[in-house]
């Protein structure tokens, strides 16, 4: 494992923000930390990137202490904050050279990173321009490109894509994907569920400094139910005969009754025909399966979603 914890703890004065937190990372995966506000997400962060200092625990990055080794970790790290972290008076060449040069990889091959990282970030029509006049999604870009300069082994991106519309979002996701192709590890926290989803290999979701549960996406959904069929009805008559004889759980007001499903269409079959022999027949037939929301509301009992 390239990134691990075990027994991580973190008080500020008598409230403990972390409490005993176990994780395992492998490498050239994606790993994301959700939880509500206060959860303790980014004092992870801080820690494993050695920022911060734990009160108590083993941690390890690329083999390294964290506590005791903090020199040899930042050499094999990133971390990309909450905010683009870029310098808007220079332009994104610039900005790129300039933390070559500040990692001592002289100005010839700081150059050419630079051309490098514009070409892989999309940013090569835009790379002689003052960063000030970038949109939101080049300056997330340009951001992410500045912390691969010296090709770090993990990067730490705490809520990489916060305030980015749907399109800069995805780009940043396609661009995530093609670092852990190269083998790069990340570790983000993120507010967006579906990012979790759809990026993640696996997921740790924690509450009051606590891990509430830890696995991939499909097996914490598998926490809080499989697949239901939501069947409305046109009267409550007809509501109320379908629930007498299937089960589940009904919405009186919207008139739905909604029934545990394995998510096949022998199922969907076999409720439809049972329902037409009592001459009853749903107006409307919709299957779902359980989201990253149920997991978290199911997991942290508040309303709300993780930031």
């Known amino acids: 494992m390239i990134v691990e914890a075990s027994g991580l ?52 990055v690329a083999g390294y202490d964290v506590v005791r080794e ?19 008076e220079q332009t994104g060449r610039e900005n790129l050279v300039m933390v070559g040069r500040l990692m001592h990889l002289g100005r010839p091959k700081a150059r050419d990173r630079a051309g490098e ?22 300056r997330r870009r340009l951001d992410l490109a500045m912390s691969l300069v010296a090709a770090p082994k993990v ?9 980015l519309d749907p399109s800069s979002r995805n780009t940043m996701w396609d661009a995530i994907r093609d670092l852990v192709r190269t083998g790069t590890t990340i570790f983000l926290t993120t507010q967006y569920l579906e990012e979790a989803d ?9 509450d009051n ?3 509430a549960a830890y696995g991939t996406a499909d097996a914490l959904k598998a926490k809080v139910g499989g697949d239901r069929l939501d069947l409305r009805f046109t009267s409550a008559a007809a509501l109320g005969v379908a629930a007498t004889r299937l089960g589940g759980f009904t919405d009186p007001e919207r008139l739905v009754l909604s029934v545990p499903s394995d998510g ?44």
């Open 9 to 60: 703890r973190k008080a500020y004065g008598s409230t403990a923000v972390l409490d005993g937190i176990d994780l395992e990372v492998a490498e050239g995966s994606v790993f994301a930390l959700l939880g509500p506000n206060g959860a303790g997400k980014t004092t992870t962060i801080r820690i494993l990137s050695t920022l911060t200092k734990p009160d108590a625990g083993k941690l390890r």
């Open 70 to 88: 903090a020199a040899k970790v930042r050499g094999v790290i990133s971390l990309t904050g909450q905010y683009a972290a870029v310098d808007d």
């Open 117 to 138: 990282l514009l070409e892989r970030f999309d940013l090569v029509d835009a790379a002689d321009r003052r960063v000030k006049t970038y949109s939101g999604g080049m």
């Open 155 to 163: 990067i730490f991106l705490d809520e990489p894509t916060t305030g």
């Open 198 to 206: 759809r990026l993640a290999d696996r997921i740790m979701v924690l």
């Open 209 to 211: 400094g606590k891990v």
């Open 264 to 307: 096949t269409a022998t199922h969907l079959h076999f409720v439809l025909d049972d329902l037409r022999t009592a001459n009853v027949v749903p107006a409307q037939v919709s299957s779902h399966r359980p989201t990253l929301d149920d997991v978290f509301l199911a997991l942290t009992a508040r309303e709300g979603v993780p930031a």
